[in-house]
């Protein structure tokens, strides 16, 4: 899965991009079918704002955000969001026994 790292606005240090990357790719083992992630770090007026975008096979996409007083904890957050997002989809896969739960 190929992982990308930028910043809006701000500079981020390595370790913080390192941190990114290694997030995305646990997470990249709860996805069905992962195709890239995206990791967006913002500074905007004090906070700092970190989102997340992973894209999975078929064009479904998981984005996150989270807003805080420094870039490791909006970063845990966002992950936390994306994490949830990933579990419910693979329990609605489950119960639907493996079929697509949307329809098609």
């Known amino acids: 899965m190929q992982v990308i790292v930028s910043a809006r606005h701000c500079e981020v240090p390595d370790e913080l991009k390192e941190r990114a990357e290694q ?3 646990k997470l990249e083992k709860l996805a ?7 990791v ?17 096979a078929m064009g479904r ?15 845990d957050g ?7 997002q ?3 989809e693979s ?5 639907a026994g493996g079929r697509r739960s949307d329809g098609g």
């Open 40 to 56: 967006v770090f913002d500074a905007d007026h004090g906070s700092r704002i970190v989102e997340l975008r992973l894209t999975q």
């Open 91 to 95: 329990e609605t896969r489950v119960r």
């Open 32 to 38: 069905h079918r992962p195709v890239s992630a995206e």
């Open 23 to 25: 997030h995305m790719l």
């Open 86 to 88: 990933l579990t419910r």
């Open 61 to 75: 996409v998981k984005i996150a955000s989270a807003e805080a007083v420094d870039f490791l904890t909006a970063l």
């Open 78 to 84: 966002a992950v936390a969001k994306v994490k949830k």
